[in-house]
Nanobody
Framework: QVQLVESGGGLVQPGGSLSLSCAASGTIFRSNVMGWYRQYPGKERELVATIISGGSTNYADSVKGRFTISRDNAKNTVYLQMNSLKPEDTAVYYC?????????WGKGTLVTVSA
């Protein structure tokens, strides 16, 4: 059973930085796509950033230039470095991993940007 465990959420002031990480376990296979999504209360989950095993990345326009996604294929782990955080970045952030066409999700970690 594939499990994704996120870590690194918390409270940060506007303009600050936070780093998230997510490790996939329970599989010997490398994730093809790994990524981060976020969800606001009462809203649908939305893409933040994705990265494929070869390293190509994709970002939501709202985070371009502020967030950086990276991965360690040997550890099947994905990271999200978030800089210049804004109050509107406050959300629950979910890790996603695609293995052989199946999408797996973490339980989410709350990021709160507030003074």
């Amino acid at each position: 059973q594939v499990q994704l465990v996120e870590s690194g959420g918390g409270l940060v002031q506007p303009g600050g930085s936070l780093s998230l990480s997510c490790a996939a376990s329970g599989t010997i296979f490398r994730s093809n796509v790994m990524g981060w999504y976020r969800q606001y209360p009462g809203k649908e989950r939305e893409l933040v950033a994705t990265i494929i095993s070869g390293g190509s990345t994709n970002y939501a326009d709202s985070v371009k230039g502020r967030f950086t996604i990276s991965r360690d294929n040997a550890k099947n782990t994905v990271y999200l470095q978030m800089n210049s955080l804004k109050p509107e970045d406050t959300a629950v952030y979910y890790c996603m991993s695609t293995i052989f066409g199946m999408n797996y999700w973490g339980k989410g970690t709350l990021v709160t940007v507030s003074a």
